[in-house]
């Protein structure tokens, strides 16, 4: 770990990733640095390091980026790291930027539980959340650049041709109700899964969402959560979009609508704290040639409503139930008044 | 010292003393997340007995609207179970199911009929989030 004490958990686990790179890259000469476990990702552990190996006679030093499933994190029952690896696999000779997947490991005795590895790519994320963050996104946002290649990495992601890129095994919606219908029922079943019974509005919640579904025969790849802590930036520019944990096929106004709903924007007028509205959609709309569907937006960011309920009471019930220490999911137990506080407006009560 | 109160010292210790002496980053957030977890938990517990009180007045005068805003037309057996519970005090799970039996039978039930009795379900709901915002938020 950097900037502090190691603990013998890191240092081992330090050597049995070396192993393993040593083994995949034919590299029995290869050390890490700078191996640092980073504190941000619900569903999985994120370790970055660096590499350095001979290769063809010459010294080379690569960075690296290992996601592990601890089996006991956020949306373990939803995204698996496998399925991770085979978008990042799909998404490589294409447009959007991503970071290349390098090795998928679902071996246990490796390390202890399935894991990936992939390109470190360069940049930064900082928090959206933290003083540092809105900061960085503010003076970005001033500058001009990120946003516009916030707005145009959406456009890439929308106009992939999904299908020729292989991604059809993530699951087509029926077209119609199929693709809202199928996200409500992904939610209400990790609702179901907490154990916990579902406070009212959340039940008047689901009640609305499933009697409201707009149809639509829109498909595109769907990143799910797309939003500034989400993204690396690299001299202004979306270096790589992260979390493939919420990826579907479906209908892009579910990106769309997470952009221009105030989830993330941390108390400015900017969507996402970075980019402004009539910016956003007019460079959006020409870009993609997709006219942006309000009224399916507006449907939408009251389905992020639910979502985020789900996702909290999944949280903080793996703290509750001991399966993870992570206080910060204790923390959420408290998220949920908030999400369906807002809900109830979002309903009219 | 009364025990909300022992969790907002526990609370301001963690995040004044404790937390900015820690180095590494993740134990140093876990550290401000314990502080943030203490100081809603004791806000909670130092609110539970008047928002135990207000709950159960409120889901009272819901089980005495129900038969009113119900009618004398014949009512789903969902409804009709859900509105018992609630009668029974069963509380805010009972208040769960009577929304769900509404969406699920609201075509039975009629606009009216469905509307009138979510919209007062509604109310109750909206006091009960208020409670719960005091501390949460």
Known sequence: MSGGQRNDGAAVMEERIAAYLRDQLEAPDLALSGVERIAVGWSHETWLFDATFTRHGATRTEGYCLRRDPGNALLREMSDLGTQFRVLQCLEPTAVPAPRGYFFEDDPAVLDAPFLVMERVPGVCPSPWGRDGRRFYEEAAARGELPRSFTDALVTLHTLDWEGAGLGFLGVPEAGTGFALGEVAKWKRLIESTGVEPDPILVDLIGWLEANAPATERRSLVHGAYRTGNFLCHEDRVSALLDWETEVIGDPMYDVAYVLSDLNREGTELLSNLVERDEFISRYEAGTGIEIDMEACNYYQVLYGMRSAAFWMSASGLYADGRNTDLRLARTAWSIPVVLDRAARDLGY | ?137
């Open chain 2, 1 to 137: 010292m009364a025990p909300d109160e022992l969790l907002a010292r526990l609370s301001s210790t963690l995040r004044h003393d404790i937390g900015p002496a820690v180095v590494e980053p993740f134990p140093k957030t876990q550290a401000f997340m314990a502080s943030v977890v203490l100081e809603k938990l004791s806000a909670q517990i130092r609110l539970a007995p008047a928002h135990a009180e207000a709950e159960a007045a409120d889901l009272a005068a819901r089980a005495a609207d129900l038969p009113a805003l119900l009618g004398t037309a014949p009512v789903p057996a969902a409804v009709a179970a859900a509105a018992d519970r609630l009668a029974a005090g069963e509380g805010s799970p009972a208040l769960s199911a009577l929304v769900g039996a509404l969406w699920a039978e609201r075509e039975a039930l009629g606009s009216e009929r469905f509307e009138a009795v979510l919209g007062r379900a509604r109310t109750t709901m909206r006091a009960r989030i208020d409670r719960q915002m005091e501390y949460a938020a």
